[in-house]
Structures are given as structure tokens and as C-alpha cells.
């Protein structure tokens, strides 16, 4: 890739309180904000058009709520319009620690074939229902990739090496909501991506704003699991060949 010229990328729905915050940490690293509106209420709406007006951000507005998944689409599909090589995904509910994206970008400069990925690093606030979903989650990821490469495959705090990954979502299915994250990084591992992971702090605040509606978004994420199954199952024999070929040369080094 011959330039790096990463921005981040922020879906937002109704976090008018804390996407302010996180926008304006990124911007004072030097990145570029893309910002998905998807659907927001008006008040959210408001923040976002104030923000908009700021140098350094870019907003999209899808006029319905679509989900994580149809927001990140758009925002990826923005980001290639403007130009950009690498995109930055981060929550816009303050969870995600803004002060490690300089360790993401230095990486990806150093690598930049490579996808940079957040290792959760959870505290007492973390509630143990979705630590507990993540660890099942975790498990099915393994089984698809035959592989213990991801070790956390919902986290959003990713930094993205941007036309192998518009090559991916452009001819297959990601996922529209919360099963957005999981289908993209497993379809990105089939394609040989290199993943690299950095452990980094996520934060469960108190009053903080979660979309994740269990049954809904457990329903998708359970028939995106069974589709990489059955994806997994004809890719197998070579998933298989390039382990192998893998330890060969770690062999060999």
C-alpha cells in the first residue's frame, strides 16, 4: 500500500452524550472523524450536525436506523470516497480508550497489510452476562476459523487496511447489526488477512447507552455463527494447508 492515510470511523445512534468526547480525543491524535448517524433521535441528531462544523469531521446521515453493521458499511464506503487507505472503528459510547489509538496507528504504519485489532482488557464494571456471551462467541469464532488467531471477535475498537476490506464486505454478508463484528473479522481471516492485537482497557460505564437487545441481536448473532459454519466446513481443507504451511515457516525461521 503505497500511503497511510488513516480517519476513524464512529456509528452513532442516539449517544449524543458521549460522541462528542471521542470524536474530539481523535481529532487532537490528528485523525479525521467520519461520523454515521444512523437514525439518531434529534437531540443526538443536533450534536452530530454541531460537530459536523468542526474541521476534521465528516457526517453521514442514514434518515432510518439500520444497525452497527449498516452504519459501518456506509462509513467505510464514505471513507474510500474521501480518499482514505486505513479506517479506525471505535464506539461513540465512550467505552473504548482513545489514548491507545496512537499504538494502533503506529502499528498499522509498520504493518500496514495488516488489521490491528483491540484485545479487551475488562474491569470489575464489565457485567458478567456479556463476558459470558463472549466467551461462547469466542469458541464459535475458533471453531470457524480452525484457528486460536482472534481472541476477541466483538470487540469495535479495530483499525482497518481499507480496500481488502470494502473487497469483502462489497461481496458478502457481514452482518446488518450486532453480528456485524463477528461476520467481517472471520470473513477477513479466511482472506489471510494478518491480524495484530493490542490489549487495551474497555469500560462498562454505569449511565453508559447499550443497543444490544438480547434476544434480537443474539438470534442474529447465533444464525451468523451457524452461515461461517457451513462457510468454514467447504473452506476447511485449506484453512487446514495454510496452518500447516504457517508453522512450516515458523519452523523454518
Not at 31 to 46: K, M, N, T
Not at 184 to 205: D, E, K, N, Q, S
Request: positive net charge.
Amino acid at each position: 500500500m503505497s500511503s497511510h492515510r488513516p480517519c476513524a470511523l464512529i456509528p452513532v445512534y442516539n449517544h449524543g452524550r458521549t460522541v462528542a468526547a471521542v470524536a474530539r480525543g481523535l481529532r487532537a491524535q490528528g485523525l479525521p472523524c467520519i461520523l454515521v448517524d444512523d437514525g439518531s433521535e434529534p437531540d443526538c441528531a443536533a450534536v452530530l450536525d454541531a460537530l459536523a462544523r468542526e474541521p476534521g469531521m465528516h457526517l453521514v446521515r442514514r434518515p432510518v436506523n439500520g444497525g452497527k453493521g449498516m452504519a459501518m458499511l456506509d462509513g467505510f464506503r464514505a471513507a474510500d470516497r474521501l480518499g482514505y487507505s486505513h479506517v479506525l472503528q471505535i464506539d461513540a459510547d465512550g467505552q473504548h480508550a482513545v489514548q491507545d489509538v496512537e499504538r494502533f496507528l503506529a502499528l498499522s504504519r509498520a504493518h500496514p497489510e495488516a488489521l490491528i485489532g483491540g484485545a479487551p482488557v475488562y474491569g470489575a464494571d464489565a457485567p458478567l452476562v456479556r463476558l459470558y456471551g463472549r466467551w461462547l462467541t469466542r469458541v464459535w469464532v475458533w471453531i470457524n476459523t480452525l484457528s486460536l488467531d482472534i481472541p476477541d471477535p466483538m470487540c469495535g475498537f479495530r483499525l482497518y487496511p481499507l480496500p481488502p476490506t470494502l473487497a469483502v464486505i462489497e461481496h458478502a454478508q457481514v452482518g446488518r447489526r450486532m453480528d456485524y463484528d463477528i461476520g467481517i473479522i472471520v470473513r477477513l481471516h479466511w482472506r489471510g488477512m494478518p491480524m495484530i492485537w493490542v490489549p487495551t482497557r474497555v469500560a462498562y460505564p454505569a449511565d453508559g447507552v447499550s443497543h444490544f437487545r438480547a434476544l434480537r441481536d443474539n438470534v442474529l448473532i447465533s444464525l451468523m455463527h451457524a452461515r461461517l459454519f457451513f462457510g468454514m466446513l467447504w473452506r476447511a481443507p485449506w484453512l487446514l494447508a495454510r496452518r500447516v504451511l504457517k508453522a512450516v515457516r515458523r519452523t523454518r525461521a
